[in-house]
């Protein structure tokens, strides 16, 4: 059974900083991985999709990369700003009966502060 | 164009008594998904509907559970004899394709069992 671990858990930062989240998976074996924000009380926005063969993705100040062999991937935000203060889940589809059903981290919830 | 929506945004019930929540995907989207989020936590799958039928109905609690996608477009979460421990968020998303596709969710129905 697929396991997603966030690391961390929660984090602070003042606004300007880069950041690093981690996202761990027990399988390998995935067909891709998907990075989601979530505000408080709100549902998830889809950031980045990462197929299975390919190493990164990038959209504006996002970057996520997958190193499939260690079941990581890494989202990195450049330049942080107040507005990117919310949850960060990862999601892996799990083969499950035919489907493909996302297995979701806990997720990373961030404070960027003026 | 539209996104995923959900009806109602809070509901509370008695304990007891039979809820139903309403999902409405993106127009076109083939494939459904409901997910059962409680605080602090990622998303849990419930259901799939590819179409009209459930392929994968492995994430239902129990069979108090029960959902529905009749013309394959709008979904009904059916929930009888509500318990407490069913308050959670309850999250629906859409995909164009089958799993497994990138997912765009709705903002949820906050359900409450008093």
């Known amino acids: 059974k697929q396991e997603v671990t966030q690391i961390p858990a929660a984090l602070s930062v003042p606004e300007g900083e880069n950041l690093v989240l981690n996202c761990s998976f027990t399988?390998?074996?995935?067909?891709?991985l998907q990075w989601f924000r979530q505000d408080p009380g709100k549902g998830l926005t889809s950031l980045l999709l990462?197929?299975?063969?390919?190493r990164e993705q990038t959209s504006g100040r996002l970057n996520a990369s997958l190193d499939k062999s260690s079941g990581r991937s890494t989202l990195y935000i450049a330049a942080s700003q107040p507005g990117d203060s919310a949850t960060y889940l990862c999601?892996?589809?799990?083969?499950?009966?035919?489907?493909?059903?996302?297995?979701f981290g806990r997720g990373t919830s961030l404070i960027v502060h003026p | 164009g539209a996104g995923v929506s959900q009806t109602p945004s809070n509901k509370v019930t008695e304990k007891g008594k039979y809820v139903e929540l309403r999902c409405d995907p993106i127009?076109?989207?083939?494939?459904l998904y409901w997910y059962r989020q409680s605080l602090g936590q990622g998303p849990e799958f419930l259901i799939y509907?590819?179409?009209?039928?459930?392929?994968?109905d492995s994430g239902l609690p129990n069979d108090r559970f029960f959902a529905v996608r009749p013309e394959g477009s709008v979904s009904t979460l059916k929930i009888q004899r509500t318990e407490r421990g069913d308050s959670a968020v309850y999250l629906c998303?859409?995909?164009?394709?089958?799993?497994?596709?990138?997912?765009?969710f709705g903002p949820g129905t906050r359900l409450t069992v008093t």
């Open positions: 998303a859409s995909s164009l394709a089958g799993t497994p596709g990138e997912q765009y």
């Open positions: 399988d390998s074996a995935i067909y891709n």
């Open positions: 990462i197929q299975s063969s390919q």
């Open positions: 999601a892996v589809p799990n083969a499950s009966g035919g489907s493909y059903i996302p297995t």
């Open positions: 127009s076109g989207h083939t494939a």
């Open positions: 509907f590819q179409g009209t039928g459930a392929a994968d």
